[in-house]
């Protein structure tokens, strides 16, 4: 894909919603490529969008969905998703630590041969009882820390050579099980604002695979008589192992979705042209057809007669490299003492959570109400009935439906944005900007928090939350531990 040219943004505000942007030079470019790059298909938000809460929502798990019928309506649709774009999701990392807990005493199952024992301190006899016995012998298998003998149901005496199986298993006693020590989150939703510039709502190209009204990804249809928004033919057993793993790759480095996998030379390095060219977007033929416009998928959606047809909005983050992110906590959360002996016994996960992450608008025909229904569902699972529809719908989906995942919106936590070069403009957008003046080039402006930043100021929170043991979200005022000491002369100085 090629760069996009942001010089003539200024100009571009008051131009439709779908734009189809231009290209700068890569070699004017002294920032990573992913954070200056823009969509070819983008939507445009110099407007503000139409109030669309009158719309009946539910919140299941990660998904908003609706069933309105006002949303029958392609205009309809198209407004009440660009407003669900402006509502930004709540985006959390969360910190795990979970150690393996191995027990403490021998399992009292297998039998154990006890013998009689006592121990003299001065006058007095201490009597050691193994904990798991039930009898009133005095047994020396025990540590001295069991002084005090369990209560018994039943008392009698036995030898040495008798063998003593417990009544109830002690406390602690069993195979090794999984502790949680620690389990926090830290929301990073503020770093993201209602700025346009850090939201980017845009629709697949031609030679992204997605589900475009159907029930297995596809690519765009090749054909010149063929519409915009008609499913072309499935991936190949390679071509979904090299997708699978881009997708993999561009989320842990904070990639976003429209940029082409050949210009990551981290991921592309190692696969030949032949592999790439399914998924170039570049392409020098005059008659390759151009790709939908968000209008177009929300008119093609409209006009589907699906009885179970779903239209889907993605959510996501990128600007941040979360892989390296990832693995710094976790030094930092080793670093903060949290070890044994054997690291293997611990594990520690770092991930990046965004809820919601869909919005999914379905059909209001009446089966796609009655399967809302969460008696009605499940009691179509024990009947084998839903089996059966979703076998319909897989093989009429014109009639059954199927599903859009045609658009996307992208939270940038980091990027860099061209402006015109004009000293007047480029000295009124430095003064409303809280980076400042552009640290490299004065035509770009950075837009957002460096990863590095907002580490730097939450390592010793995640220190002191692993140290505590804390569980629930994070905040800075877990570092203010010791207010006695802040009354000491020369302690806050």
């Not at 039998?111 to 005095?138: F, V």
Request: charged share 25%; net charge neutral.
């Amino acid at each position: 894909m090629s760069p996009v040219d942001r010089s003539s943004e200024a100009a571009n505000l008051s131009r439709p919603l779908d734009a189809i942007s231009s290209t700068i030079d890569p070699a004017d470019v002294r920032y990573p490529h992913h954070l200056v790059v823009r969509p070819t298909q983008e939507v445009f938000l110099a407007n503000e969008p139409q109030d669309m809460s009158h719309i009946e929502t539910t919140r299941n798990g990660d998904q908003i969905e609706t069933r309105d019928e006002r949303l029958s309506d392609a205009a309809a649709l198209y407004d009440f998703l660009i407003y669900q774009s402006k509502i930004l999701p709540k985006i959390t990392i969360r910190c795990t630590g979970t150690s393996l807990v191995k027990p403490r005493f021998p399992s009292p199952s297998s039998p154990t041969r006890h013998r009689r024992r006592s121990q003299r301190n001065g006058d007095r006899a201490s009597q050691l009882y193994h904990p798991a016995c039930t009898c009133t012998c005095r047994c020396a298998y025990a540590s001295s820390e069991y002084a005090d003998p369990p209560e018994v149901e039943e008392k009698e005496s036995c030898d040495t050579t008798t063998k003593h199986k417990p009544k109830s298993a002690p406390q602690g006693v069993g195979p090794p099980k999984r502790r949680t020590d620690f389990d926090f989150t830290i929301d990073i939703s503020e770093i993201i604002t209602q700025d346009p510039e850090q939201r980017t709502i845009w629709t697949p190209p031609n030679t992204y695979p997605t589900y475009r009204g159907s029930h297995w990804i596809r690519f765009a249809a090749e054909s010149q008589i063929s519409s915009l928004t008609d499913p072309g033919r499935c991936l190949g057993f390679l071509e979904a192992d090299i997708w699978a793993s881009w997708q993999g790759h561009r989320r842990k480095r904070g990639i976003p979705g429209w940029m082409d996998m050949s210009s990551v030379p981290d991921f592309s390095r190692g696969l030949t042209p032949d592999k790439l060219s399914s998924f170039s977007n570049s392409s020098k033929d005059p008659f390759t057809p151009k790709q939908a416009t968000l209008r177009e998928w929300c008119e093609a959606f409209s006009k589907n007669q699906g009885l179970l047809k779903e239209f889907w909005m993605t959510k996501e983050v990128s600007g941040w490299d979360f892989e390296n992110l990832r693995h710094a906590i976790q030094e930092s959360i080793r670093s903060s003492g949290y070890r044994l002996e054997d690291d293997n016994e611990i594990d520690i996960v770092v991930n990046v959570n965004i809820q919601p992450k869909y919005v999914v608008v379905k059909s209001n025909g009446w089966l796609s109400r009655a399967l809302g229904n969460p008696f009605i569902y499940f009691y179509s699972w024990i009947t084998g009935l839903y089996p059966l529809i979703y076998l319909f719908k897989c093989a009429f989906p014109k009639i059954g439906g199927a599903y859009w995942n045609v658009v996307s919106v992208d939270y940038a936590l980091k990027s860099y944005r061209r402006f015109p070069t004009d000293s007047s403009v480029t000295a009124d957008i430095s003064a409303s900007s809280n980076q400042g003046p552009p640290e490299m080039d004065e035509q770009y402006r950075m837009i957002g928090m460096k990863e590095g930043e907002w580490f730097k100021q939450w390592e010793k929170a995640i220190i002191m939350g692993v140290k505590k043991r804390f569980k629930g979200e994070l905040d800075e005022s877990i570092l203010i531990d010791n207010l006695a000491a802040r009354k000491l002369d020369g302690y806050a100085d």
